[in-house]
């Protein structure tokens, strides 16, 4: 899916003294220093005066407050600095769209021959056919799976009394699984805030930091600035649940980075050119001053917020170069992260390390700040882990690869959670299932994903051995007997030979041990819904090709009654029956061919036995 980035336009709202923007430190700097003459600030024109006067107005600048500010006092004289202030806070917000994907989906044709590609390829290996079922058990049982795949269970709930027919919500659930897999930093941030989720193993404070983070990379995702984020960011009441340090972080940062943004539409803060005015210990003074009035001026409202960064600042005071350093550490991010959008917007899709770089930087930016503020805090390993591959998770949704997008989930899940082994395990096998289908190209490739998580071969055994059994069931074998077609002239009995391959619901009642056997017998009294043995004698001949002709759902309807007999420790059966003949007829390469009219087949078949899913199974009575 293309992703599109916006780097917006901001509409700046005009004052009467032709603010270029207001409260941007580093283009007011610019504006100061050109006033200084001998170390000192001088308004010489009335231009000068209204610049200079609205910058005062802006960082709240007065005669009592300047004493208070170690850089401004030594470069600012009282006696031109405005005797009142009356400052309007203006807050700007930005619209950008959200990303829409579009989801594909599977033909009849792909389905009908998906399921002859698996039924031949069964025959030949015993392999057994998705386990739905379960699938829907380990979903809905589980509170936190249901969490990451909220667009899948409610269809797996539909459709779990019906998986004989389970191909007919295949395109339904190729979809979910798609959506699921694309809103998966929405489905581990619902988890993380599940207060329901018994399983988890977080602090409140981790809690609401992980989620911090995850909402970052959402946004970054449907297209949204880092920067803009950070700042939307630091306005909400979010940032008040997490760690004091963390949120101190939040709010210097997006400080900082409101003060380096640009004013060239091009991009988002300012270029490498602009920030060496830093070199020049005037500009770097001015900055500095202006930036620690706005600390002062926030931490009146918010002191804990802000005192740790002003600590730093006046301990720093004679040192500007070590402040300096701490920009430059965030600015090569900030830096690396327009380069890297800039990228992408013009590759119109991004590969995965720019994706990872994308996500690394905007989640670092943070934790610099965080480290060089308060560097007695160690954050806990748990956190660093989790947020890397939160960002992995991120990079890996970006490009659609998302198996490895489920094995990040499976480590995120092991890391945040107290699941057990054998539920991990069942997520990666579903997962990979789900990751798989949602890529498959053609109807193999969903018949591979189908066999990952088919039951072991040799399931007809628990036919054979069970008291009784309710199953979805295939055969493949021949078919002998006769068709009666409407209309036709009568005809010998014996007139109709070839490949069956019904599917359908067959009851089973095992452990029957004739003559003495030793081992179990079963016996079916099968139903069948479809046939598609014309697509199965065409996959015998030709099991490489990987699209055959259209084939409509009403082409392979074959509704029946069967009876069954399924031999001791073999895959076979026989059957007589008789079920309303599919229209399919044979299936080529080019064409295919149909049925003039309707027919009836009363048949005797000899085929292999595989049960594709079990509904219920009583065992035998020891």
Known sequence: M???????????LALQCNLVLSQNAYYDAVRLEKMVVNGKVSVESDADMKIFNSICLEYKITKLEIKNNPFLSALISNDIIPN????????????????????????????????????????????????????????????IIKKLFPKTTPILLVAKDKMYSYQLYLPMLREAFEQDLRDLLVGIDSVVNCKECIDLKLTDEERNYISLVLNVLIDIQKGM??????????????????DQNIKSSILMANLISRSLKSDNPERYWISSQEFSKFNNPDFAAIYMGLLYQQILNNGKSDPKSYNDFKAFIDD????????????QILYKNADEIDRTISKITKDRNGSLSDFFALGQRSVSMLSEINAVIHPEGKQKEQIDYCLLHISNLMADINVRSYNSAVFETYLLLDSLTNLDKPTLEKFIKYGSFIATVSVARDSKEVQMAIESVALPSGSYRIKRESSFSVTLNGYVGFFGGNEHVKGAKNSPFFNSYGVTAPVGIALNWGGIKPCR????????????????????AYRFMDDSSSTVPKVELKDIISPGVFLSWGFGKTPFALSVGYQLGPILRKVAPTVNTFADNKYTRFSITLTVDIPIFNFYTKPKKE
């Open 2 to 12: 293309k992703k599109i980035f916006y780097i917006p336009l901001f509409v700046l």
């Open 84 to 143: 009142s202030t009356d400052i309007d806070t203006k807050y700007l917000s930005d619209l950008y769209p959200n990303i829409v994907g579009k989801m594909g989906g599977l033909n009849v044709t792909s389905l009908a021959d998906g399921l002859a590609r698996f039924l031949v390829e069964r025959t030949k290996e015993e392999m057994n056919v998705i386990f739905f079922e379960q699938f829907e058990q380990f979903v809905s049982s589980n509170l």
């Open 225 to 242: 600035h880092p920067g803009d984020i950070l700042d939307d960011l630091a306005r909400k009441d979010q940032i008040n649940g997490v």
């Open 316 to 327: 720093n005071k004679n040192d500007i170069q070590s402040i300096v350093r701490l920009l």
């Open 517 to 536: 056997s030793k081992v179990g017998h079963s016996f079916t009294t099968f139903f069948s819904l479809v046939d598609i043995g014309a697509l199965a």
